[in-house]
């Protein structure tokens, strides 16, 4: 029987597709989960007359600005912690037993926070969903390669970052309308039965036909191979009883790309310490981590931190709409590279998205440190879309294609772990960058945003020297 290669997915396929993409929503879901339900929850927006109790619970959980700041920070904490025994996770139990795990530890999580009657339940409720997205965000991307048909593996990849996006949209969206004494543990208690139904969906889910050719399953992945894939009548292993055998569907295009994944098709999964140490993965390790840097060290956190204060201003009357906004900016923008990425090629959508991002930048420093606030807004919007189209993408789609396959669950570990190291990095030492380039001066701020561009325009440059696309 001929071997063809998955052409395209059967509606099976993208039912495995969006259960899978659920863990990525779960991460875009709790970056902001707690924004706009901040007030109301720490007791600083209350109801007259309203009892302190609601269906036995309290109302809300009284705490200052910075034990709020280390309630939200912890969930960055708990990220890093799931992204570095990702690895193990994955390669032992597979990504489809990696992305129960996630699930079921971010029903616990956002079970513990949305029925907290005090800062402790919802402290660990917080750490407990941090460590379900750092797993995550590392098996995702993984996951959704390997079962993506050849033809569109990078217009799918995108869809993790397209997911991440919705999870942030909803949870604003939620927030305005559930921003009540009485409704604000809605939204908490929303993530805990998504990952519920998650986890009662999972048992009809096929795990990746790439892990089961790995372990030698080769039965198995010709089972999940047909049902993912409209190739599927023509998929057969040349030999399911050898422990050899090579499978043609998981090789072509990722060949091209890496030229060592079929020799090592069968080999040993490699662990972190062998990732960072042995010769063979230098490349795409530094691969992994320059575009995990350009990511987080294009400052869009920051802007973003920034993004709410400017435009309230140029649009005084919307306050409350304008993360709400940004985020539908970031929405549609998103989309944008589903249908690019395989036309245009990886390089160089993320040529134009950082050339955009680093003319931004500048332009909001600029905007901020002369008064120009419409500038700045313009800007902050540019900086946004720029972001969507490549840098914030890209970068889980390149992780599995620039991975040899033994190596790919250790590099993604060591790539997300960089990557929430970087973000918290970030958070951590913006304000008092901002206020020591600025020396108090108000009208200096912008100065921060001018070092943002410098480290985007320097880990690109090192990230195009290794990255051929």
């Known amino acids: 029987?001929?071997?063809?290669?998955?052409?395209?997915?059967?509606?099976?396929?993208?039912?495995?597709?969006?259960?899978?993409?659920?863990?990525?929503?779960?991460?875009?879901?709790?970056?902001?989960?707690?924004?706009?339900?901040?007030?109301?929850?720490?007791?600083?927006?209350?109801?007259?007359?309203?009892?302190?109790?609601?269906?036995?619970?309290?109302?809300?959980i009284p705490m200052d600005n910075p034990t709020f700041s280390v309630l939200t920070s912890i969930y960055t904490v708990g990220g890093l912690l799931g992204s570095v025994g990702a690895n193990v996770v994955m390669d032992r139990w597979?990504?489809?037993?990696?992305?129960?795990?996630?699930?079921?530890?971010?029903?616990?999580?956002?079970?513990?926070?949305?029925?907290?009657?005090?800062?402790?339940?919802?402290?660990?409720?917080?750490?407990?969903?941090?460590?379900?997205?750092g797993l995550g965000l590392c098996v995702g991307p993984i996951y959704i390669s390997e079962i993506a048909p050849s033809k569109i593996k990078g217009a799918v990849g995108v869809l993790t970052q397209f997911a991440i996006v919705i999870g942030i949209m909803i949870t604003q969206a939620m927030g305005l309308q559930l921003a009540t004494p009485r409704t604000w543990r809605l939204v908490l208690l929303f993530s805990s039965a998504l990952s519920l139904a998650q986890l009662i969906v999972g048992p009809i889910i096929v795990e990746s036909p790439v892990w089961l050719n790995r372990h030698g399953l080769l039965r198995d992945k010709d089972a999940s191979a047909r049902r993912l894939w409209k190739a599927g009548h023509a998929i057969r292993s040349p030999d399911v009883v050898s422990e050899d055998a090579e499978d043609p569907l998981l090789g072509s295009e990722q060949e091209s790309l890496n030229p060592n994944r079929s020799s090592d098709s069968h080999g040993p999964a490699v662990a972190v310490p062998q990732v960072l140490f042995r010769r063979e993965f230098r490349k795409p390790l530094a691969i992994v981590c320059f575009s995990m840097l350009c990511q987080q060290l294009s400052g869009v956190n920051a802007v973003l931190y920034y993004s709410n204060n400017i435009l309230s201003k140029a649009l005084p009357d919307l306050g409350p709409y304008v993360s709400l906004g940004i985020t539908v900016v970031n929405f549609f923008m998103t989309a944008a590279p589903i249908f690019l990425i395989d036309r245009l090629g990886r390089k160089k959508l993320l040529s134009l998205s950082a050339t955009g991002a680093i003319v931004s930048l500048l332009a909001v420093g600029f905007g901020l440190d002369s008064g120009a606030v419409?500038?700045?807004?313009?800007?902050?919007?540019?900086?946004?879309?720029?972001?969507?189209?490549?840098?914030?993408?890209?970068?889980?789609?390149?992780?599995?294609?620039?991975?040899?396959?033994?190596?790919?669950?250790?590099?993604?570990?060591?790539?997300?772990?960089?990557?929430?190291?970087?973000?918290?990095?970030?958070?951590?030492?913006?304000?008092?960058?901002?206020?020591?380039?600025?020396?108090?001066?108000?009208?200096?701020?912008?100065?921060?945003?001018?070092?943002?561009?410098?480290?985007?325009?320097?880990?690109?440059?090192?990230?195009?020297?290794?990255?051929?696309?």
């Open 1 to 60: 029987m001929a071997l063809g290669e998955p052409e395209a997915f059967t509606f099976y396929g993208w039912v495995v597709c969006i259960w899978v993409l659920l863990v990525s929503f779960q991460y875009g879901f709790h970056i902001s989960s707690l924004n706009q339900i901040s007030d109301v929850l720490t007791c600083q927006v209350t109801e007259p007359g309203l009892p302190s109790t609601y269906y036995g619970l309290p109302t809300c």
């Open 94 to 133: 597979g990504r489809k037993g990696a992305c129960l795990a996630s699930a079921f530890i971010m029903a616990i999580g956002a079970g513990f926070m949305g029925v907290a009657a005090s800062l402790s339940p919802l402290v660990i409720g917080r750490l407990l969903t941090g460590v379900a997205a």
């Open 374 to 469: 419409v500038l700045a807004s313009v800007a902050i919007i540019g900086f946004i879309a720029s972001f969507a189209i490549g840098i914030g993408p890209v970068p889980f789609v390149m992780i599995p294609e620039v991975s040899p396959p033994q190596a790919v669950s250790a590099l993604s570990s060591v790539g997300l772990s960089l990557n929430w190291v970087a973000n918290f990095l970030v958070g951590l030492i913006f304000l008092p960058l901002r206020d020591f380039l600025s020396h108090g001066d108000a009208s200096k701020e912008g100065r921060v945003f001018f070092v943002f561009a410098a480290f985007l325009a320097f880990f690109t440059f090192m990230l195009f020297s290794l990255y051929r696309g």
